[in-house]
């Protein structure tokens, strides 16, 4: 596309906000629409689980960029319109309140929405957390209660464990990996996590699965496939997310778990997709992948932008995500597969500070620090060295 | 330019010193952003902006008037 043409990002948030940052640094002159679901200007969600819900930040805090720098980008933002619709081969996109938007290159941000647990939908007092409104919802649930069961071990149900037990309550996650972030970070260092967990006064009942929920109006308790119910007045599940791409249907875009790119980040002539809803061949690792973490929004934005002003770039990043829980901060650089071989290369798993390090098949795929940001950063580097050679683009 | 850093958005990511190591540092104890040159010379500019736009948590916010 020359750089005058016109571009439509449907998504405005961190991966839609880059995209049209990420234009413009690129030298792209023409106009530049952002359309949203939500009624607000690009805001971060990493704050949601954790300083806006500890009540340390107000949510206006969150907002990604200021009115001037939005006015510099010069781009035009529709929001709180969703887009329900969308024809690839005419690049046009059809909105809730009947707008319809074309442009000469469109650009996919729509993220992911929470799963829900079936049979929990509409009952008061149960949680999920994606959106400002929820972070706020959830708070407020929270500090008029006393007894807070989290439904799922990942990254966020973990994060809101321990931003629920600064603010007093009592807490208890449940889920069915045998300890918090087990399948994402192994068992060396999910059972620290646990530990810390445990130590700050989590009850963790983990290794069960969730059968579903009690209560009338108003939740009253989780029930575990055992049979047991473990009493409840606020309950938030969050056991994963799945890409937003309902509206694509009949688009003619391939979607499998997102919306399949080349890789490129391209899933159409003159369409591409970006963050959490893109999933992209990746030709370092010879595989399809699909991220959802807060640098990725950014990076593949920058990659995404070249392309859609004529550059040819593949995409293949080393994925990094961060997580803070009680006083620990966790960084992780890279892949952590299951099977990898774990190793303490700095500080010591004792100290409360440490860099692990992950080898598989005789590479480092990944290091991951607890406590430890820059040692491990610097880390980084040894999977960059172990990196295989770039696999034949599909 | 004039850089300024909000320590208290900073997750300690990194991203800005591998961009910018002349500018950013991190510190050793909870890998928060050290600014170590508040008004970077024109030849540091490019890689500055690129810092502050691939900051995860936007804690990195230039002044380009001064
Ligand atoms: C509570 C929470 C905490 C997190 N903490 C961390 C962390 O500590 N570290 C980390 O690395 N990552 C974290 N993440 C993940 C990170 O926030 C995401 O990876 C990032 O937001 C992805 O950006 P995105 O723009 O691709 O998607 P999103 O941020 O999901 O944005 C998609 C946008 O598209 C809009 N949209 C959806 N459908 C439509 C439609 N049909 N039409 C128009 N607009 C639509 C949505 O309303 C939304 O605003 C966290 C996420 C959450 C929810
Ligand atoms: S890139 Fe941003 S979040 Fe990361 S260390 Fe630098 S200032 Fe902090």
Known sequence: ?394 | MKVTVDEDKCCGAGTCVMVAPDVFDQREDDGVVVLLDVQPTADLHESVREAANMCPAAAIALDEQS
């Open chain 1, 1 to 394: 596309m020359s750089a005058a043409g016109s571009v439509l990002v449907v998504g405005a948030s961190a991966a839609g906000l880059a995209t049209a940052e990420a234009l413009r640094r690129g030298g792209h002159a023409g106009p530049v629409t952002v359309l949203g679901a939500e009624r607000h200007l690009p805001y971060d969600r990493p704050p949601l689980s954790k300083k806006v819900l500890a009540g340390e930040w107000e949510p206006d805090r969150v907002r990604l960029r200021q009115d001037s720098a939005l006015a510099a980008l010069d781009a035009e933002f529709v929001l709180g319109d969703a887009a329900v619709g969308f024809d690839a081969a005419t690049r046009t996109a059809r909105t809730a309140s009947g707008r319809e938007l074309s442009a000469d290159a469109v650009v996919l941000a729509t993220g992911v929405r929470p799963r829900t647990l079936p049979g929990a939908d509409g009952l008061d007092g149960v949680h999920v957390l994606r959106t400002l409104e929820d972070s706020v919802a959830l708070r407020a649930d929270l500090a008029a209660a006393s007894r807070l069961v989290v439904v799922g071990e990942g990254v966020l149900g973990a994060e809101i464990a321990a931003t629920a037990r600064t603010m007093g309550l009592d807490v208890t996650m449940v889920g069915p990996q045998p300890a918090p972030m087990a399948g994402l970070l192994g068992p060396l260092v999910s059972g620290r996590l646990a530990a810390l967990h445990s130590g700050r006064g989590v009850d963790l009942r983990l290794g069960t699965g969730v059968d579903g929920v009690t209560g009338e109006h108003r939740v009253t308790g989780v029930r575990l496939d055992t049979g047991e119910v473990l009493p409840a007045e606020v309950v938030v599940v969050a056991i994963g997310a799945v890409p937003e791409t309902g509206w694509l249907a009949g688009s003619g875009l391939e979607l499998d778990d997102g919306v399949v790119c080349d890789s490129r980040c391209r899933a159409a002539p003159g369409v591409y997709a970006v963050g959490d809803v893109a999933r992209w061949w990746d030709e370092r690792l010879g595989a399809q992948v699909r991220l959802e973490n807060r640098t990725h929004a950014t990076e593949q934005a920058g990659v995404v932008a070249a392309n859609v002003l004529g550059a040819d770039r593949a995409y293949s990043p080393i994925p990094y995500f961060w997580t803070d829980q009680h006083d620990v901060k966790i960084q992780v650089h890279g892949t952590l597969p299951p099977d990898a071989e774990v190793s303490v290369v700095d500080g010591d798993l004792d100290g409360g500070r440490f860099v692990a390090r992950y080898r598989h098949d005789g590479r480092t795929t990944g290091v991951l620090g607890w406590n430890m940001a820059k040692q491990t950063r610097i880390r980084r580097q040894e999977i960059i060295d172990d990196s295989p050679a770039p696999a034949a683009q599909r």
